[in-house]
């Protein structure tokens, strides 16, 4: 009886109880990626995570914060104070993904990333002129510098370089990722190779210009199911 009791009890859920229901994150890092740009970054990432299937909890993309890096940054810290107090918990990294471009702050948004606490938890992204930079390491590797030349901006330059590798492209053009993702057949591993051997180069050479960081953003995101939240 004592049986029949509890079973009577226990009553099923309601559809609008299911719907409350929270959605559960996976057992590795809880990421957020705050973006220049509003279509062309978070597109790029979005088709990431998508293509390698990272649970939707894991990661935040947002690109609601302008143009400017130091806007970027400070909206990327209060994006992360605000989730602090989630029942979801902190994010276990925050990446600030902006260009160099003609910003005047761009040297001060990276010391502000370096200066943020926790520590190890904030990662600027940066790319000198910007983005599609990255995306021509997918096609050739070069250390041409690029600066702006009349009317014409860098990253202007930097994407007519891109066209003419990839005529098609243009900014907050979606399928980006997809279709640079095997192009030599390597899931990235060529325009990754050609990135840090640009880092290494513009270290030799005491200039940022070129270079990029998205790779190793890039890389943390193909390999996050291996890291557990700490």
């Known amino acids: 009886m004592g049986t029949d009791n509890l079973h009577h009890k226990r009553k099923p859920k309601s559809l609008d109880e299911s719907k409350r229901r929270k959605p559960v994150r996976a057992s590795y890092d809880k990421v957020l990626i705050v973006c220049e740009g509003s279509k062309t970054e978070p597109l790029y990432f979005q088709e990431l995570v998508d293509h390698y299937e990272i649970h939707s909890t894991n ?38 993904v902006f260009d160099r471009d003609a910003h005047a702050n761009y040297r001060q948004a990276n010391e502000i990333v370096g200066g943020v606490k926790p520590k190890g938890v904030f990662f600027a992204t940066p790319s000198v002129p910007c983005f599609e930079y990255w995306l021509l390491l997918h096609f050739d590797y070069t250390t041409a510098p690029y600066s ?31 279709h640079t993702l095997n192009l030599r057949n390597d899931e990235l591993g060529y325009a990754k190779a050609n990135a840090g051997r640009v880092l290494s180069a513009a270290g030799e050479n005491h200039t940022d210009n070129p270079s990029t960081h ?13 890291h557990p939240p700490q």
């Open 59 to 96: 990661v935040r993309i947002s690109g609601d914060c302008g143009s400017d890096p130091v806007s970027v940054v400070k909206h990327g810290i209060q994006l992360y104070q605000a989730e602090k107090q989630a029942a979801s918990g902190p994010f276990d990294r925050v990446y600030c």
């Open 148 to 178: 702006a030349v009349g009317g014409t901006s860098s990253c202007a330059a930097a994407l007519k370089k891109l066209n003419s590798y990839w005529p098609e492209y243009a900014k907050g053009r979606a399928g980006t990722f997809l």
């Open 214 to 226: 998205v790779h190793e953003l890039v890389d943390y995101l193909q390999g996050i199911k291996k």
